[in-house]
């Protein structure tokens, strides 16, 4: 059974920066996409960030510039290092991959099959 675990999530003062780690079970993901997406209440699952099998990775305009996706396929893990955080960026987020390798890594939450339980990241002013 194919499980993600988030973890790094929290509180921290705008400008501050956060780590985001996501440990995957059940399979080797090192051939397949996996991202990051975040969700407000109410609303669609919004991309955050995304790395195929190559290690190209791809962002959101929003997020482009402050927040880094990287993964460790010995370790089945993705991570998200979040910088130069914003009150905007109060939501929470999750950790995805989906069964698809693909060199372009999809924008859309439907495009993925699993998912984390989320972890929150609150960012005050």
């Known amino acids: 059974q194919v499980q993600l675990v988030e973890s790094g999530g929290g509180l921290v003062q705008a400008g501050g920066s956060l780590r985001l780690s996501c440990a995957a079970s059940?399979?080797?993901?090192?051939?397949?996409?996996m991202g990051w997406f975040r969700q407000v209440p109410g609303k669609e699952r919004e991309f955050v960030a995304g790395?195929?099998?190559?290690?190209?990775?791809y962002y959101a305009d929003s997020v482009k510039g402050r927040f880094s996706i990287s993964r460790d396929n010995a370790k089945n893990t993705v991570s998200l290092q979040m910088n130069s955080l914003k009150p905007d960026d109060t939501v929470v987020y999750y950790c995805?991959?989906?069964?698809?390798?693909?060199?372009?890594?999809?924008?859309?939450?439907?495009?993925?099959?699993?998912w984390g339980q989320g972890t929150q990241v609150t960012v005050s002013s």
């Open positions: 995805t991959t989906r069964a698809l390798s693909t060199i372009v890594v999809p924008t859309s939450a439907r495009a993925y099959d699993y």
């Open positions: 059940g399979r080797t993901f090192s051939n397949n996409n």
């Open positions: 790395v195929n099998w190559r290690g190209s990775t």
